[in-house]
């Protein structure tokens, strides 16, 4: 397993995480299993979220760690979310606070090592994040930060505040839904893509030492589902086949190396149940993509080059 060095940490961490959102039915052996399958492929990263299948997914991990007589806390990443409610945002200091609670609790665990802001709250008050974050890092709950979907600006209010470096953004980024790299290449264009929808984020998460995880990495625009094998992008799907050829593996696999290959390092969230697919896409750590074939890639789905 390829790994990657957190920006402003000195911690090495796996370029594959395992994304838990849809563990939520999964027995309690199942989820046993999952994890020892991920440790095989060398990923010990696990991404939870407080409002995953309504806590069902922390909650049938955390049973499978507590049950488990041969997988240990220490030798797993755990990354939690919180910050989304029925019908709105909530960054108050109140709400953070209950919210590790209850992902401590049904994770079964003392501490977190990563919390993320799920989604941008509009009316953060950045003095009650860092309230939360001195808290909770003073008590020992958590002991890195980062956020999810946020822009720049957004991240700068909360520096405003926040003492703690924030080490993670999590974006949506796959070949197709690539904005924040096509408004870098159409500059000074009236092109769709040229569009700065996002603050030019992938930029400014480099410049601040921000690492990216790449969250839906095989989605087409707009939730409409999965790319590969999909008849609306058969150029995309053609340019996939044809390296995959070269390189003997799977589109899948060749999918998840073009995110890999940018220099921003990222790491990429595979959202998978599926204990084959998830050894699929660690083996994509191991193929390099020449600059020539990552931009092939790129306007096979579509984007153009001025």
Request: hydrophobic residues 40%; aromatic residues 8%; proline residues 4%.
């Amino acid at each position: 397993m390829k790994t990657i060095k957190i920006l402003n940490s000195t911690m090495n961490v796996p370029a594959v995480v395992s994304g838990c959102m849809r563990f939520g039915d999964f027995s309690t052996r199942q989820m046993e299993e999952f994890i020892h399958t991920a440790l095989e492929c060398g990923i010990n990263f696990f991404d939870h979220a407080d409002i995953y299948a309504g806590g069902k997914s922390e909650e049938v991990f955390g049973s499978a760690l507590k049950e488990s007589s041969t997988i240990k806390r220490e030798d797993l990443i755990i990354q939690s979310k919180c910050g989304i409610r029925k019908g709105f945002y909530d960054f108050s200091k109140e709400y953070i606070l209950s919210s590790v609670d209850g992902i401590l609790s049904r994770l079964k665990v003392d501490y977190l090592d990563f919390l993320l802001l799920h989604r941008p709250d509009a009316l953060t008050e950045p003095e009650e994040v860092a309230a939360a974050f001195d808290e909770l890092s003073a008590k020992g709950k958590v002991r890195s930060f980062g956020v999810s979907n946020h822009n720049p600006m957004q991240i700068e209010l909360l520096k405003k505040c926040v003492k703690q470096p924030l080490v993670f953004n999590q974006l949506q980024f796959s070949i197709p839904v690539s904005n924040m790299v096509a408004q870098g290449l159409e500059v000074n264009m009236d092109s769709a893509g040229s569009a700065n929808r996002d603050g030019s984020v992938l930029d400014y998460c480099r410049l601040n030492g921000i690492t990216i995880q790449a969250w839906s990495p095989f989605q087409k625009p707009n939730w409409k589902g999965c790319f590969l094998d999909d008849n609306e992008n058969p150029e995309l799907n053609a340019a996939l086949n044809e390296l995959a050829e070269k390189y003997n593996a799977t589109k899948t696999q060749i999918a998840t190396a073009w995110i890999l290959r940018h220099p921003a390092n990222m790491q990429i969230i595979a959202g998978t149940t599926n204990k084959d697919r998830l050894k699929e896409i660690a083996g994509s750590c191991s193929i390099n993509l020449s600059r020539q074939e990552w931009y092939k890639l790129y306007l096979s789905a579509g984007h153009i080059l001025p």
